[in-house]
């Protein structure tokens, strides 16, 4: 999915109008608001307001913030370090990123959860 939206961005010209690529916001619009500026974090909550009313199985208590440690847990996996994943993920130390939600009591399961 990252990097179907990296070449969106691409194709909607984002690396020709963007003088610094590299430190560019990632989540950003496309067509509201200025081009290419940050998501505001309302648009994020209903948009996944919007996805958990269309998909039943998406547990209701989950917010955005279940994406940073859904990134967190993909990168370890993928076998990056503890240490560099905990700065990516801005975590205080990096016991911070193995904390795991509560159960949530209707899937019984931890969330976040890997799709």
Request: contains cysteine.
């Amino acid at each position: 999915m990252y990097g179907d939206w990296v070449w969106a961005l691409c194709e909607a010209g984002a690396d020709i109008e963007l003088a610094d690529w590299d430190n560019s916001y990632v989540f950003c619009t496309l067509y509201r608001g200025g081009r290419f500026a940050p998501i505001r974090p309302e648009s994020v909550y209903r948009r996944l307001g919007a996805v958990k009313r269309r998909l039943p199985a998406v547990p209701d208590e989950m917010t955005p913030h279940w994406y940073r440690h859904t990134h967190a847990t993909v990168l370890l996996l993928a076998g990056v370090p503890m240490h560099v994943v905990s700065r990516r993920a801005g975590a205080e130390d990096a016991f911070e990123l193995i904390r795991q939600p509560p159960l949530n009591e209707r899937t019984g399961r931890h969330g976040p959860v890997l799709v």
